[in-house]
């Protein structure tokens, strides 16, 4: 396993690890042994960042991660969660400094740990982002002071946004998804700033939450239907050469030296265990020629994501 440097927090982080949205059961339903097998089997296997949120399973999540990580070294594994999102609906979100303040001992004590490594604020898009920049991440600081997390960090979807909050008040982190991956190369405008600023790098979901899967994606996608088709002609494209469009998907985005680390999700042992596998294995460069000319057309390619007068905002 390779360990990259996540910005200037010192952390060194493997460059595949692990985002427990699955053990949530937010792709299907799971098992919850199985899922503990996949966080011990990953950490044996050099994994040591775990992602994960009390949004994901409405919690579930946290609590099966909890349970897995009972009895493990807290040195041996680097924990992030967030603070913010708590459903689906507009409503559901809440980065008020009193929500974000509880909302941090709750995760706390589902995990079953004194600190997190680092605390996100959850999808900012969805938020004001004068709160964002107010009174969220001040509350944060004022956690990190108390010692119950290290560092503080933003997750969404619009590259803009993280940048626009970046801009404006210190932070440790960003986590951004879909915006690496075979399909959608976007992050990259990005990383020149974030290494200017000492802000580390975290990019999740390099099978676009199921989009370069032969499984493909689940009901509640929101990629557009034409997307989800020409996926689809890739995975089968790959099928048909006998390989696999994840792990061409998995290996594509940890090449990248400037994202310190890739989070991939799944409950399934054996999927994990694939996929740190195949990141010690050589690209088949003939093949990711191939399979980029079939998904050209939708290059960078995205959906909206957030309050509408959040995505607005230029870079
Ligand atoms: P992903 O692209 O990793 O896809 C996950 C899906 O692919 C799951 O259905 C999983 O079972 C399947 N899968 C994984 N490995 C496989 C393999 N070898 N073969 C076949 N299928 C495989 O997307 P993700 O789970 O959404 O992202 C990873 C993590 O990143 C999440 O768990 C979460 O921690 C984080 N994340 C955060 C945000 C945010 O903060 N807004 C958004 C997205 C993801």
Not at 4 to 32: M, P
Not at 182 to 201: A, F, H, M, Q, R
Request: net charge neutral.
């Amino acid at each position: 396993m390779e360990y990259r440097i996540l910005g200037n927090t010192s952390l060194r982080v493997s460059a595949l690890s692990f985002g427990a949205s699955s053990l949530g059961g937010v792709f299907r339903d799971v098992n919850q042994a199985d899922a503990i097998r996949a966080v011990h089997l990953s950490l044996d296997l050099g994994i040591n960042f775990i992602d994960v949120s009390p949004f994901y399973g409405l919690t579930k999540a946290e609590t099966v991660l909890g349970k897995a990580l009972a009895g493990v070294r807290r040195d041996r594994y680097i924990l992030a969660t967030k603070v913010g999102r708590y459903g689906d609906q507009i409503g559901d979100f809440d980065f008020s400094a009193n929500r974000v303040t509880v909302s941090v001992d709750e995760s706390l004590a589902r995990l079953g740990v004194d600190y997190v490594d680092i605390i996100q604020a959850h999808d900012i898009e969805f938020g004001d982002l004068r709160q964002v920049i107010d009174q969220t991440v001040p509350a944060l600081r004022r956690l990190q002071q108390a010692g119950k997390v290290r560092f503080v960090g933003i997750t969404g979807l619009p590259l803009s946004v993280l940048q626009y909050v970046a801009e404006r008040v210190p932070i440790d982190t960003i986590l951004s998804y879909c915006h690496y991956e075979l399909n959608d190369t976007s992050l990259e405008s990005l990383t020149p700033y974030l290494k200017d600023k000492g802000i580390g790098v975290i990019s999740a979901s390099p099978l676009g939450m199921g989009l370069l899967s032969t499984r493909g994606t689940p009901p509640w996608h929101p990629a557009p239907s034409n997307m989800k088709e020409i996926c689809a002609r890739a995975a089968a494209h790959c099928r048909d050469r006998g390989a696999d469009l994840e792990k061409l998907a998995i290996q594509f985005a940890v090449a990248n030296p400037d994202i310190a680390t890739t989070l991939v999700g799944s409950a399934n042992p054996a999927n994990m265990e694939r996929n740190i596998r195949w990141i010690g294995e050589p690209i088949d460069r003939a093949l990711l020629a191939e399979v980029l000319q079939i998904l050209r057309p939708i290059h960078n390619v995205t959906w909206p994501s957030g309050r509408p007068e959040n995505n607005l905002h230029p870079a």
